[in-house]
Protein backbone atom coordinates (compact mmCIF):
# COMPACT_ATOMS: atom_id res chain seq x y z
CA UNK A 1 0.00 0.00 0.00
CA UNK A 2 1.40 3.64 -1.57
CA UNK A 3 0.83 6.88 0.53
CA UNK A 4 0.67 9.96 -1.30
CA UNK A 5 1.08 13.50 0.54
CA UNK A 6 1.09 16.13 -1.64
CA UNK A 7 2.28 20.37 -0.10
CA UNK A 8 3.70 23.17 -0.62
CA UNK A 9 5.74 22.85 1.65
CA UNK A 10 7.24 26.09 1.98
CA UNK A 11 9.24 25.35 4.08
CA UNK A 12 8.03 21.26 5.30
CA UNK A 13 8.14 21.23 9.05
CA UNK A 14 7.75 18.81 12.09
CA UNK A 15 3.74 19.31 11.45
CA UNK A 16 4.31 17.78 8.39
CA UNK A 17 6.64 15.54 9.18
CA UNK A 18 5.40 14.03 12.78
CA UNK A 19 2.10 12.97 11.27
CA UNK A 20 3.27 11.62 8.41
CA UNK A 21 5.66 9.15 10.42
CA UNK A 22 2.49 8.17 12.02
CA UNK A 23 0.42 7.12 8.98
CA UNK A 24 3.08 5.50 7.82
CA UNK A 25 3.38 2.98 10.51
CA UNK A 26 -0.21 2.77 11.52
CA UNK A 27 -1.64 2.14 8.22
CA UNK A 28 1.59 -0.30 7.26
CA UNK A 29 2.84 1.94 3.95
CA UNK A 30 5.20 0.18 2.05
CA UNK A 31 5.89 3.80 0.83
CA UNK A 32 4.90 7.70 1.22
CA UNK A 33 5.63 9.23 -1.96
CA UNK A 34 6.21 13.25 -0.67
CA UNK A 35 4.71 15.23 -3.71
CA UNK A 36 5.55 18.93 -3.79
CA UNK A 37 3.01 21.17 -5.89
CA UNK A 38 3.61 22.67 -9.01
CA UNK A 39 1.40 25.65 -9.98
CA UNK A 40 -1.08 25.60 -7.39
CA UNK A 41 -5.10 25.78 -8.52
CA UNK A 42 -6.15 27.23 -5.36
CA UNK A 43 -3.27 29.05 -3.64
CA UNK A 44 -0.85 31.82 -4.46
CA UNK A 45 2.33 30.31 -5.78
CA UNK A 46 5.38 29.20 -3.38
CA UNK A 47 8.00 31.82 -1.52
CA UNK A 48 10.71 29.50 -2.20
CA UNK A 49 11.70 28.44 -5.46
CA UNK A 50 10.60 24.52 -6.44
CA UNK A 51 14.61 24.21 -6.48
CA UNK A 52 14.40 25.31 -3.05
CA UNK A 53 11.46 23.42 -1.68
CA UNK A 54 12.77 20.11 -3.49
CA UNK A 55 16.06 20.42 -1.26
CA UNK A 56 14.69 21.40 1.58
CA UNK A 57 12.42 18.15 1.47
CA UNK A 58 15.31 16.04 0.34
CA UNK A 59 16.89 16.77 3.85
CA UNK A 60 13.92 16.47 5.89
CA UNK A 61 12.81 13.24 4.69
CA UNK A 62 16.47 11.34 3.78
CA UNK A 63 16.91 8.27 6.21
CA UNK A 64 13.61 7.81 6.32
CA UNK A 65 12.63 4.25 5.78
CA UNK A 66 9.84 4.15 2.55
CA UNK A 67 10.52 7.85 2.09
CA UNK A 68 10.15 9.13 -1.44
CA UNK A 69 10.31 12.51 -3.25
CA UNK A 70 7.97 12.43 -6.37
CA UNK A 71 8.75 15.53 -8.46
CA UNK A 72 6.17 15.25 -11.01
CA UNK A 73 3.98 18.22 -10.15
CA UNK A 74 6.62 20.72 -10.03
CA UNK A 75 7.78 18.84 -14.49
CA UNK A 76 3.60 19.31 -15.49
CA UNK A 77 2.68 22.59 -17.43
CA UNK A 78 -0.21 24.55 -15.86
CA UNK A 79 -1.57 23.97 -12.58
CA UNK A 80 -1.23 21.13 -10.72
CA UNK A 81 -4.74 18.71 -10.12
CA UNK A 82 -4.41 16.16 -7.67
CA UNK A 83 -6.33 13.75 -9.56
CA UNK A 84 -4.38 14.30 -12.83
CA UNK A 85 -1.32 12.98 -10.29
CA UNK A 86 -3.19 10.29 -9.18
CA UNK A 87 -3.98 9.44 -12.87
CA UNK A 88 -0.68 8.84 -13.86
CA UNK A 89 0.60 7.31 -10.13
CA UNK A 90 -2.37 4.55 -10.93
CA UNK A 91 -1.12 4.23 -15.09
CA UNK A 92 1.81 3.75 -13.73
CA UNK A 93 1.52 0.95 -11.30
CA UNK A 94 -1.31 -0.50 -12.01
CA UNK A 95 -4.87 -1.43 -11.55
CA UNK A 96 -4.28 -3.64 -8.13
CA UNK A 97 -1.95 -1.74 -5.83
CA UNK A 98 -3.91 -0.05 -3.08
CA UNK A 99 -2.89 4.10 -2.87
CA UNK A 100 -3.92 6.43 -0.08
CA UNK A 101 -4.30 9.97 -0.56
CA UNK A 102 -3.42 11.48 2.77
CA UNK A 103 -5.32 14.68 3.76
CA UNK A 104 -5.85 16.99 7.08
CA UNK A 105 -9.73 17.40 8.39
CA UNK A 106 -9.03 21.27 6.80
CA UNK A 107 -8.57 19.98 3.20
CA UNK A 108 -11.45 16.93 3.51
CA UNK A 109 -14.02 19.35 4.49
CA UNK A 110 -13.69 21.15 1.30
CA UNK A 111 -12.65 18.52 -0.83
CA UNK A 112 -15.64 18.97 -2.98
CA UNK A 113 -13.95 22.34 -3.94
CA UNK A 114 -10.93 20.35 -6.13
CA UNK A 115 -10.84 20.25 -9.39
CA UNK A 116 -13.10 16.87 -10.61
CA UNK A 117 -12.95 15.74 -6.98
CA UNK A 118 -15.11 12.16 -7.30
CA UNK A 119 -12.71 11.40 -9.62
CA UNK A 120 -10.27 10.70 -6.75
CA UNK A 121 -12.36 7.75 -5.39
CA UNK A 122 -11.78 6.19 -8.88
CA UNK A 123 -7.94 6.14 -8.55
CA UNK A 124 -7.44 5.95 -4.19
CA UNK A 125 -8.60 5.86 -0.87
CA UNK A 126 -8.42 8.72 1.34
CA UNK A 127 -6.99 8.85 4.80
CA UNK A 128 -7.91 11.79 6.55
CA UNK A 129 -6.15 12.50 9.21
CA UNK A 130 -6.95 14.61 12.66
CA UNK A 131 -6.21 15.35 16.55
CA UNK A 132 -7.46 13.08 18.60
CA UNK A 133 -10.43 12.82 20.44
CA UNK A 134 -11.86 15.19 17.79
CA UNK A 135 -15.63 15.10 16.92
CA UNK A 136 -16.44 14.15 13.43
CA UNK A 137 -18.96 16.29 12.51
CA UNK A 138 -21.20 16.71 9.67
CA UNK A 139 -20.86 20.84 9.71
CA UNK A 140 -18.77 22.69 7.28
CA UNK A 141 -19.17 19.75 4.54
CA UNK A 142 -21.31 19.89 1.21
CA UNK A 143 -24.20 17.56 0.82
CA UNK A 144 -22.26 15.89 -1.76
CA UNK A 145 -19.23 15.49 0.24
CA UNK A 146 -21.59 14.12 3.50
CA UNK A 147 -23.10 11.43 0.41
CA UNK A 148 -20.04 10.05 -0.15
CA UNK A 149 -18.88 9.74 3.30
CA UNK A 150 -21.74 7.84 3.92
CA UNK A 151 -21.43 5.76 1.21
CA UNK A 152 -17.37 5.07 1.48
CA UNK A 153 -16.29 5.60 4.92
CA UNK A 154 -14.78 2.21 6.44
CA UNK A 155 -13.32 1.86 9.99
CA UNK A 156 -10.76 -1.16 9.71
CA UNK A 157 -7.29 -0.82 7.89
CA UNK A 158 -7.33 -4.08 6.53
CA UNK A 159 -10.26 -3.18 4.40
CA UNK A 160 -8.19 -0.33 2.72
CA UNK A 161 -5.34 -3.10 1.67
CA UNK A 162 -8.36 -4.99 0.05
CA UNK A 163 -9.59 -2.51 -2.51
CA UNK A 164 -7.00 -0.34 -4.92
CA UNK A 165 -9.34 2.86 -3.90
CA UNK A 166 -12.40 4.10 -3.27
CA UNK A 167 -12.61 4.08 0.62
CA UNK A 168 -12.46 7.01 3.34
CA UNK A 169 -10.92 5.99 6.26
CA UNK A 170 -10.29 8.37 9.18
CA UNK A 171 -7.53 8.24 11.61
CA UNK A 172 -5.75 10.52 14.43
CA UNK A 173 -2.55 11.42 14.44
CA UNK A 174 -0.74 14.04 17.00
CA UNK A 175 -1.36 17.21 15.14
CA UNK A 176 1.40 19.85 15.80
CA UNK A 177 0.16 23.68 15.78
CA UNK A 178 2.88 24.83 13.29
CA UNK A 179 2.16 26.36 10.02
CA UNK A 180 4.06 27.38 7.01
CA UNK A 181 2.78 30.59 7.32
CA UNK A 182 3.70 31.31 10.38
CA UNK A 183 7.60 29.97 10.29
CA UNK A 184 7.91 32.80 7.45
CA UNK A 185 6.26 35.23 9.51
CA UNK A 186 9.04 34.41 12.20
CA UNK A 187 11.73 34.30 9.81
CA UNK A 188 10.89 37.94 7.87
CA UNK A 189 10.80 39.02 11.46
CA UNK A 190 13.90 38.02 12.44
CA UNK A 191 12.78 35.55 15.21
CA UNK A 192 13.92 32.38 15.55
CA UNK A 193 11.86 29.12 14.24
CA UNK A 194 14.41 26.49 15.78
CA UNK A 195 12.73 23.40 17.26
CA UNK A 196 9.58 24.03 14.49
CA UNK A 197 11.32 22.31 11.45
CA UNK A 198 14.31 20.37 11.10
CA UNK A 199 17.31 21.48 12.01
CA UNK A 200 19.12 20.46 8.43
CA UNK A 201 15.89 22.79 7.16
CA UNK A 202 16.41 25.99 8.62
CA UNK A 203 20.24 25.50 8.35
CA UNK A 204 19.54 25.79 4.64
CA UNK A 205 17.00 28.47 5.12
CA UNK A 206 19.74 30.89 6.91
CA UNK A 207 22.17 29.99 3.84
CA UNK A 208 20.46 30.95 1.40
CA UNK A 209 18.42 33.96 3.03
CA UNK A 210 15.04 32.36 2.53
CA UNK A 211 11.92 34.07 3.99
Known sequence: MIGILGGAFDPVHFG???????????????????????????????????????????????????????????????????????????????????????????????????????????LAHLVVSHRPGIELAESGRSEALTAELRQRQVTEIETLQQSPAGAIYFQPVSQLEISSTHIRALLAAGRDPRYLLPEKVLEFIRSNDLY
Open 16 to 122: HLRPALELHETLRLDSLLWIPTGEPAHREAAQASDEQRVAMLELAIAGTTGWQLDRRELQRQGPAYMVDTLGELRAELGADIPLCLLVGMDAFAGLDSWHRWQQLFE
